[in-house]
């Protein structure tokens, strides 16, 4: 059966009227497209809906019952637009975002705070872990973009720098007096190296500077949390290396500490991972700006550990 919620309309305000002339006016159709439109229903449910004489119309006896199962059918489906509308009303406010922990504390308060001034009621999700997680969540759709420190080799992603990030050399008491405000990464290695894991990216980054120079790098210690480092640098048991961004969420509590520069040190890359297939929800779009606007805030902060993207911002995948 081919009838549409329009012809339906059509003919429950005629029902009510009973005037073409005045349904066609208030629909704002002509009278003959009405009067088309009501023979090609009845055509279609096969029985007449209107006695029609030159004075007057009215609906036949199952026009009247057709008009109350009409009704019916209408009101079904306005409320379920009604639903849909509501669902789709509350699916723009939401916003998952994906990041490594030391950038989500970096970049992400900031971002959610101007969020909830531009959005009504938003519903925002930080999925706050490892770079390869960050980009698997994305892929899985579990994500409305990442926040990242090294571009994505997959056709599907496309990737923004944001800045590039210096490392540094965290060092405390005793080890403190040892190490100068500049260093060098040969001479890294005579000192009780504490770094992230294998699975970080700032491993990987000092792993293939030392590579290019036909180095291994091997750290003393490898731990998964950027505050066992800070607990660590405290008690003397060794020096950091780490990526400045990495070094921001313990600054609080790092009186005494020494940061200083590795100056032939790698330089990580942050940006933003999008998927290159369909456009963002206007809260992604909006977050990603906000993204943007707090990373240049930082460069102006820390202008001497936090530098500008390199000439070719976009990446490929």
Same mark, same amino acid.
């Given at each position: 059966m081919n009838i549409s919620p329009k012809q339906l309309r059509m003919f429950l305000a005629l029902s009510e009227s009973l005037n073409f002339s005045k349904t066609a006016e208030k629909l704002f159709i002509t009278q003959p497209s009405l009067s088309k439109a009501i023979q090609d229903l009845e055509a279609e449910l096969g029985l007449p809906l209107f006695e029609r004489?030159?004075?007057?119309?009215?609906?036949?006896?199952?026009?009247?019952?057709?008009?109350?199962?009409?009704?019916?059918?209408?009101?079904?489906?306005?409320?379920?637009? =009604?639903?849909?509308?509501?669902?789709?009303?509350?699916?723009?406010?939401?916003?998952?975002? +994906?990041?490594?922990?030391?950038?989500?504390?970096?970049?992400?308060?900031?971002?959610?705070?101007?969020?909830?001034?531009?959005?009504? +009621?938003?519903?925002?999700?930080?999925?706050?872990?490892?770079?390869? +997680?960050?980009? %698997?969540?994305?892929?899985?759709?579990? +994500?409305?973009?990442?926040?990242?420190?090294?571009?994505?080799?997959?056709?599907?992603?496309?990737?923004?720098?944001?800045?590039?990030?210096?490392?540094?050399?965290?060092?405390?008491?005793?080890?403190?007096? =040892?190490?100068?405000?500049?260093?060098?990464?040969?001479?890294?290695?005579?000192?009780?190296?504490?770094?992230?894991?294998?699975?970080?990216?700032?491993?990987?980054?000092?792993?293939?500077?030392?590579? =290019?120079?036909?180095?291994?790098?091997?750290?003393?210690?490898?731990?998964? %949390?950027?505050?066992?480092?800070?607990?660590?640098?405290?008690?003397?048991?060794?020096?950091?290396?780490l990526p400045y961004l990495g070094v921001l969420p313990i600054l609080g509590g790092m009186r005494g500490v020494q940061i200083s520069e590795i100056t032939d040190g790698p330089l990580r890359s942050v940006g933003v991972v999008t998927r290159r297939l369909g456009q963002p929800s206007a809260i992604a779009a909006a977050a990603m700006q906000e993204v943007a606007a707090v990373s240049r805030a930082l460069m102006a902060q820390h202008p001497e550990w936090l530098l500008p993207p390199s000439p070719r911002r976009n990446k490929a995948g």
């Open positions: 004489t030159t004075r007057s119309v009215r609906l036949t006896p199952g026009g009247a019952r057709m008009a109350v199962l009409a009704r019916s059918v209408v009101g079904e489906l306005d409320a379920g637009l =009604q639903r849909m509308q509501s669902s789709a009303e509350r699916e723009a406010q939401q916003l998952a975002i +994906a990041a490594w922990p030391s950038l989500a504390y970096a970049v992400l308060p900031e971002v959610c705070a101007a969020l909830e001034r531009q959005f009504r +009621a938003p519903q925002l999700a930080v999925h706050d872990c490892a770079n390869s +997680a960050c980009i %698997q969540r994305l892929l899985d759709h579990q +994500a409305d973009f990442a926040l990242a420190s090294v571009a994505p080799s997959h056709p599907d992603l496309h990737y923004e720098e944001l800045l590039r990030d210096r490392f540094v050399l965290l060092s405390s008491g005793k080890w403190r007096r =040892q190490v100068a405000a500049r260093i060098r990464l040969e001479e890294l290695l005579a000192l009780p190296l504490i770094t992230l894991t294998d699975a970080s990216t700032a491993m990987r980054y000092m792993s293939a500077a030392y590579l =290019q120079r036909g180095i291994e790098y091997r750290p003393r210690m490898q731990v998964d %949390q950027v505050a066992t480092v800070a607990g660590l640098v405290k008690k003397e048991v060794g020096v950091a290396v």
